[in-house]
């Protein structure tokens, strides 16, 4: 694939990156010439990745504050300066009632997708500020646009979209963009077994979308590729959902559904 202005030759460091999102994260932005460091606390899958696409695999556990800071300094004083990241490392959750939700299943979700994206964002934002340069894009999820019976993935990713403002306007006269990308329902090993458990209906949520299927992480990655490219380079603190049409289309049910193709 031929280079996008913004992407060739510069470090790109894709939390997560070892699965799903992530790994078509690092895999687009490899094939438009970044160097691409995946990062996950899989690290034998990360390197796994990272030998396939050439480029750099660590581990990174982002929940752990003790260290983050000084793994995203090793990679940098390793193999460069980062001027892209990617935060797509999290977990999801099955939808539970409040009286069969378990307060640990809750903390450990708020720990990664929420608390763990502010310790990532500020590891590597905080040096690109310094750098005066720099583009971030976070993950959310419609989750966090809408009332699910996710109990905690919702409102940590609400909470990311709301941060992705945050720091855009924090670290914007430093250089630095943040934005996010919002999936819906997307086709990744997680939500495959989910699927495959029987937790998930693949045909509710493919008929509760305008384009009646679901997302692939390929089409979250190209958002992600056009957010920390030169062709967004005045776009920062948005969040843009990647979901199908999942929603404009769900409030249809209430006028009987969605017409049929024509």
Request: aromatic residues 4%.
């Amino acid at each position: 694939m031929t280079g996008i202005r913004g992407v060739a030759g510069q470090v790109a460091l894709v939390t997560g990156g070892a699965s799903g999102i992530g790994e078509c994260c690092a895999r687009l932005l490899a094939g438009r010439g970044a160097t691409v460091v995946v990062a996950d606390v899989n690290f034998a899958r990360a390197e796994q990745v990272a030998q396939s696409i050439g480029g750099h695999a660590t581990r990174l556990d982002i929940t752990d504050d003790r260290r983050i800071a000084h793994e995203i300094a090793n990679v940098e004083k390793q193999i460069g300066p980062l001027e892209i990241g990617v935060l797509s490392a999290g977990v999801a959750q099955v939808p539970t009632r409040t009286e069969d939700y378990q307060m640990s299943d809750w903390d450990r979700i708020i720990d990664i997708d929420l608390r763990g994206a502010y310790l990532s964002a500020a590891a590597i934002g905080n040096s690109m500020c310094r750098r005066g340069r720099g583009s971030i894009v976070m993950i959310g999820s419609t989750a966090g646009l809408r009332s699910v019976p996710l109990h905690a993935y919702g409102p940590a990713k609400a909470a990311v979209i709301a941060m992705t403002a945050n720091l855009a306007a924090e670290w914007g006269r430093s250089g630095v963009r943040v934005n996010c990308v919002s999936p819906g329902y997307t086709l990744t090993p997680m939500l495959q077994g989910m699927i495959e458990r029987g937790e998930r209906d693949p045909s509710i949520m493919e008929g509760d979308s305008a384009l009646g299927r679901l997302v692939e992480a390929d089409d979250v990655a190209r958002a992600v590729g056009f957010l920390i490219s030169d062709e967004a380079s005045a776009i920062t603190g948005v969040n843009i959902p990647v979901e199908a049409g999942w929603l404009s289309a769900t409030s249809w049910h209430t006028y009987g559904g969605l017409p049929p193709a024509r």
